[in-house]
């Protein structure tokens, strides 16, 4: 079921809250309206078109590999922090270009993620107060410049076209969302990598279709090995493409997927003929431009991204995990 996200909350990210998390936050064990240190890691809810992220930043120390168990337990949103994902932010290879680790709300581990990439990018652009920043997130190098004060873009690499495994997957399309004329075959065929593997499925009605019943079967087909897919439905308006997704990790339709929204408009691009750029509405109700580079090295994605608030863990919450040796 998709989050309901109250569109009234102010988008400005204020620049104290984009900094490191504030020294006092509030202590679990105190007694109600005291305020004391909370001995725990420093955290930040960031979210990015209606995907919401835990960001904890450990840089200068050794990268933690938290357990699938803390990670749920984090992203649990009545038992802990809550979010669609994890951001783990350390230091990489190449000084001054952070490496980020991305783990879903199931615990399992992404090799990339667009929505979270820009929030990354909003914190490192707000610490450094550079035009542009860099900074590699799973497998995927990502360069990355504010566009507004509440938005940000990212560049991406092109999509690659995946080899589809033999025979008709299994793609329903209910509630009289038919595919548009020409593409039922196609719709077997539309296989990208993202820097995740997106399945694209081209409808003439995203609101009447049942989501569930078309990407439950197509997200864990056999053929597509144990790793399965992300699911997205698209439908093409005009120079604007409706795109829903259901994402593999968190096992359900989110209001935004990124590295949905890059294949959704490279495929309009390359294989409908749409030019660049286009604007790309999610099911929560933004709306994202993607667009060329000049240079050819990749595609921007464009979009909002926030800091909604900053905190520590408390001191006994079950952080689970072990450096590495």
Not at 28 to 47: H, Q
Not at 195 to 223: E, K, M, N, Q
Not at 254 to 268: D, I, P, Q
Not at 305 to 314: E, I, M, P
Request: aromatic share 6%; with cysteine.
């Amino acid at each position: 079921m998709t989050r309901k996200v109250r569109r009234n909350v102010p988008q400005k990210v204020p620049r104290e809250v984009v900094q490191r998390a504030p020294d006092r936050a509030w202590n679990a064990g105190a007694s109600p309206g005291r305020m004391g240190p909370t001995p725990g890691l420093p955290f930040l809810k960031v979210d990015g078109a209606g995907n919401d992220f835990v960001l904890l930043d450990v840089r200068g120390g050794a990268m933690p590999r938290l357990s699938r168990a803390t990670v749920r337990d984090l992203l649990d949103r009545h038992r802990g922090v809550g979010g669609d994902g994890l951001l783990l932010v350390g230091d990489g290879a190449v000084v001054g270009e952070p490496r980020v680790l991305f783990r879903n709300s199931d615990g399992g581990a992404a090799s990339f993620c667009g929505n979270g990439a820009r929030c990354v990018a909003l914190v490192l652009l707000g610490e450094t107060r550079m035009e542009r920043v860099a900074f590699s997130l799973g497998r995927v190098r990502v360069e990355a410049r504010r566009s507004r004060p509440d938005r940000v873009s990212v560049l991406v690499p092109h999509p690659r076209l995946l080899p589809v495994p033999a025979g008709l997957p299994p793609v329903r399309f209910l509630n009289g969302a038919r595919p548009p004329r020409g593409a039922r075959q196609a719709a077997a065929d539309i296989w990208y990598d993202t820097g995740v593997p997106h399945w694209i499925v081209p409808v003439t009605s995203i609101d009447a279709l049942d989501f569930a019943a078309l990407a439950r079967p197509l997200r864990a087909w056999s053929a597509l090995g144990p790793g399965g897919t992300n699911v997205d439905a698209v439908e093409i308006c005009g120079r604007m493409l409706r795109v829903r997704t259901w994402e593999r990790g968190v096992e359900g339709e989110t209001l935004a997927c990124g590295s949905g929204l890059v294949a959704a408009g490279y495929w309009a691009s390359t294989a409908c003929g749409l030019a660049l750029p286009l604007t790309l509405a999610t099911a929560g109700g933004d709306r994202l431009r993607l667009d060329s580079d000049p240079a050819d090295r990749g595609l921007w994605l464009e979009g909002p991204a926030r800091v909604v608030f900053s905190g520590r863990l408390a001191g006994d919450f079950p952080l689970r995990y072990h450096r590495r040796p």
